[in-house]
């Protein structure tokens, strides 16, 4: 069974096209896409947005903007309370 559709396929060819003439730019800024894999990118998101059969992107982990703010205090908590004062004091004379 095929992972993408014929769909997804042309519009992936077009977006390389466009990228190999220099009149494909990305979304937001609008710079010239001179980059393969992101060319591909944009076919396939195109692709995703007419309804073509494409899987969905995979979610980065890295990423933290999404998150709640309850979970990155927490976060943070657990890791301030992990942290032991030190046993050695120095007494001055």
């Given at each position: 069974?095929?992972?993408?559709?014929?769909?997804?396929?042309?519009k992936v060819a077009q977006a390389m096209r466009e990228r190999k003439r220099g009149t494909l730019t990305?979304?937001?800024?609008?710079?010239?896409?001179?980059?393969?894999?992101?060319?591909?990118?944009?076919?396939?998101?195109?692709?995703r947005k007419a309804g073509a059969k494409v899987p969905a992107k995979k979610s980065s982990k890295k990423s933290t903007r999404g998150g709640s703010?309850?979970?990155?205090?927490?976060?943070s908590a657990k890791k301030s309370a992990g942290k032991k004062p030190s046993a050695r004091k120095r007494s001055s004379a």
């Open positions: 069974m095929a992972k993408y559709g014929k769909k997804a396929s042309n990305s979304g937001r800024s609008g710079k010239k896409v001179t980059s393969r894999k992101q060319a591909i990118a944009i076919g396939l998101s195109q692709a703010v309850k979970a990155s205090a927490k976060n």
